[in-house]
């Protein structure tokens, strides 16, 4: 087929996900056409950030330093903290640009079904940094999943005897959603939630 | 939003075809869980690749050698040469496996509106392959467009003073195609070429 190389290359795109082998293909000749100024500083630039990256002690999110540039970031309310259960939920809630507080990332929801208990979670260092930082606000932004439902019950308990006020996100009808295309649930949340 | 890095590297993978910024971030996210095993091994596969890649000055194949492995490949019918449009329709060749000759990519089609003239083309460098190598037939296989319909039609009537014999590829009703759903152009190729 193509050489050696250029076929490890497109294997190795062929694993990220929303590619194929036939858009790595596409995605290699689309670079093979223009090296110097897109497939030399996507090489630096992968190399960069697997080099630097590391996972925020703080909050868990990954960045390239350690407190993440959130955590260390001027101008962000430190008394509040989001609860999300993995990086792109952060990354999702920092496009929206409307939170200014902090995050925690969880790395995942209870599943005792997969084995998956407390102690997989960041949730006793939650329970700690609020105790130790002066929070005023905890926001569970967990799916809402069975999953995700499970573990903010949990952790809103664990967080009773901090004293801190725990809130969760509206769940309601989406900005532009047509309520024909809504699922039952929901509805039912939106409804439930009237204002 | 994310670190500088990660929003670099973002932003090139966005610009590749078939990745925008929503799957570009999904993709980043998945590497950088798994640093060791997919990021840096792609970072060093884009730079292999970028560094030794070269166009093959007998066929115009890109390859990361000069000859490309086709051309110099033991075991190929040099009397055979495949034309082709692109580089993405060799390849295409090639994953069937069953050519066994060599190719030669024309970089284009003539297309007067585009300005593409037979002098922007690899057609001067095919009849001179044709006239010094021992080549007893040229297979053209231009897409079944009105440029690449002209095109191998230009190529048809400069290679009548080599004497050598031009073919193209048979069209018809694809393998599992289903007349209901072929277009007519495709129906009337079929019919015509009935055997």
Redo the contacts between chains.
């Keep these: 087929?193509?050489?050696?190389?250029?076929d490890?290359?497109i294997k190795?795109?062929a694993?990220?996900?929303?590619?194929g082998p036939r858009?790595a293909?596409?995605?290699?000749?689309?670079?093979?056409k223009k090296?110097e100024t897109?497939?030399?500083?996507?090489?630096?630039?992968?190399?960069?950030?697997?080099q630097?990256?590391t996972t925020c002690h703080v909050c868990g999110n990954?960045?390239?330093?350690d407190p993440?540039?959130i955590c260390a970031g001027a101008g962000r309310q430190h008394d509040m903290i989001c609860v999300v259960e993995e990086?792109?939920d952060l990354?999702a809630l920092?496009?929206g640009?409307s939170f200014k507080g902090l995050y925690h990332v969880l790395g995942g929801t209870l599943s005792p079904l997969d084995g998956v208990g407390p102690d997989d979670l960041r949730i006793d260092q939650l329970v700690t940094r609020v105790r130790e930082t002066g929070v005023n606000e905890v926001i569970l932004a967990t799916n809402l999943t069975v999953d995700g439902q499970t573990t903010a019950h949990y952790i809103t308990e664990r967080l009773v005897e901090t004293g801190v006020k725990v809130t969760r996100l509206a769940h309601g009808v989406p900005v532009g959603g047509e309520l024909d295309y809504l699922d039952d649930g929901t509805l039912t949340a939106a409804l439930r939630a009237r204002s």
């Design positions: 087929m193509t050489g050696r190389e250029i490890n290359l190795l795109l694993r990220l996900p929303g590619l858009s293909r596409r995605a290699v000749l689309q670079m093979l090296p897109l497939m030399l500083p996507l090489a630096k630039a992968l190399e960069d950030t697997a630097a990256m990954i960045d390239v330093t993440c540039h990086v792109q990354w920092e496009r640009s």
